[in-house]
């Protein structure tokens, strides 16, 4: 007979563990009940074991395939899973069907090994009397603080099919804004990419013959070659440290962006890039509308809903402010009087927020808010494709440009004093 570990409450409200040997939780859960203990958590010991052995790779009946598929398995859910596991579970809550039955359903169905044995731990949980919200809980990395509480409240309020609905319309415009936001970098870095490539041929490749050319005729060179030959042999005599200095900066930016005090001052300095910084702080903004907006609707009191928000919307410093507006909320100001304190939003939106609160309808206009700074950022990142392209091109040209004179002038000279 399976054995379970259980923790609860008492009579007198104090917690209580201990195992208990029964057919399922659920009658696991009877018996605790005919002994005046509330359950909070059941789980059956043996099951919980055997995900471990196979979690830390020490079940030795596994065969030398199954480890390798496992050590291959891709270990990410993407944004596409997110949204398509919304989608099905939107349609499966909708119809009635009990939880655990959905999700070994769309368990079946995944292709993404990762995933499945999250959905498995999931459905162990549901099994062990946790709640959804609860299961998803231990898998952080996987579903973010807004997907947990929207799940949170539908389960609270019975309308859990609503909420996978708006997760899965939340998760889809999420993934719009990104594809944009490629879309506009893409052109800008594949030229940038080849520019230093091609410099990169050049100076180690090319201008080392032009060299050794100008020496032997020993001609008076220009400052234009000078430095493009010094230059080029620095690089060819010091790569190394050179290569040191770059992946150095590169790893210890790194570290210093994944600190807190790195992270918040990156993401401030990101909003005042040239051309790309106000896109930044308008996908920001408009995830924060969006975000802010859903969980009002979804019924989460405005304090929390702004504990949430702070966490979705991908900016440190924007966070920082967010968590100010929620503070001065505690402390008894109204949603508008925060947001102008925070001196983040136009007056517009400003304007939008205050009649919100005087209606009652801020969901609604926060929606449309969201709709305003997406609107925004399309424009802006067009814009952005449009300065950039000629920034390039000037940069080019100028690039050619020291490159023709640095190699052909010596040429032209010599050739006006053979002619002479």
Do not use: C
Request: glycine share 6%; charged share 20%; net charge negative.
């Amino acid at each position: 007979m399976p054995h379970f570990e259980y923790s609860g409450r008492d009579r007198s409200g104090a917690l209580v563990t201990g195992t208990v040997n029964a057919g399922s939780s659920d009658e696991a859960a009877a018996q605790l009940f005919g002994d005046s203990v509330t359950p909070i958590e059941i789980r059956e010991v043996a099951r919980q074991r055997e995900r471990q052995r196979a979690s830390s790779g020490m079940d030795r009946n596994a065969s030398t395939m199954e480890n390798l598929n496992a050590f291959l398995a891709n270990k990410k859910v993407e944004v596409d899973d997110l949204i398509m596991f919304a989608r099905q579970m939107h349609s499966l809550t909708r119809a009635g069907l009990p939880l655990d039955r959905a999700m070994k359903g769309l368990e079946a169905s995944l292709n993404n090994q990762f995933f499945k044995s999250v959905l498995q731990d999931i459905i162990d949980g549901l099994e062990n009397g946790q709640s959804l919200a609860s299961a998803m809980g231990h898998h952080p990395k996987v579903f973010s603080q807004l997907f947990l509480s929207l799940v949170h409240v539908g389960e609270n309020t019975g309308r859990l099919d609503l909420a996978f609905k708006e997760i899965g319309r939340y998760l889809e415009l999420e993934k719009n804004t990104r594809k944009q936001v490629k879309s506009a970098t893409r052109y800008p870095l594949f030229v940038i990419s080849a520019m230093a490539a091609a410099l990169a041929v050049i100076t180690v490749f090319v201008i080392p013959v032009f060299s050794e050319t100008f020496d032997r005729l020993g001609a008076d060179l220009p400052w234009q070659t000078v430095i493009l030959i010094n230059t080029s042999d620095f690089v060819i005599n010091y790569w190394p440290v050179i290569l040191m200095a770059i992946l150095g900066s590169f790893f210890w930016f790194r570290y210093w962006v994944k600190t807190e005090s790195g992270r918040l001052s990156w993401d401030r300095r990101k909003l005042r890039l040239p051309l790309a910084g106000p896109v930044f702080e308008k996908v920001a903004l408009a995830r924060f509308s969006r975000t802010l907006g859903l969980v009002l609707n979804a019924g989460l009191p405005i304090v929390q809903g702004l504990n949430v928000v702070a966490g979705a919307v991908g900016n440190a410093y924007i966070s920082d402010n967010v968590n100010k507006m929620r503070e001065g909320v505690e402390r008894g100001e109204s949603l508008h009087r925060t947001a102008v304190n925070s001196q983040m939003f136009t007056p517009l939106v400003l304007q939008m927020i205050s009649v919100g609160e005087e209606t009652g309808a801020v969901d609604e206009l926060l929606n449309e808010v969201a709709e305003f700074y997406d609107a925004e950022v399309e424009y802006d990142l067009k814009q952005m494709s449009d300065a950039i392209e000629p920034i390039l091109i000037s940069f080019i040209a100028g690039l050619v440009l020291i490159l023709a004179l640095g190699v052909f002038l010596p040429i032209w000279d010599l050739n006006t004093a053979v002619q002479q």
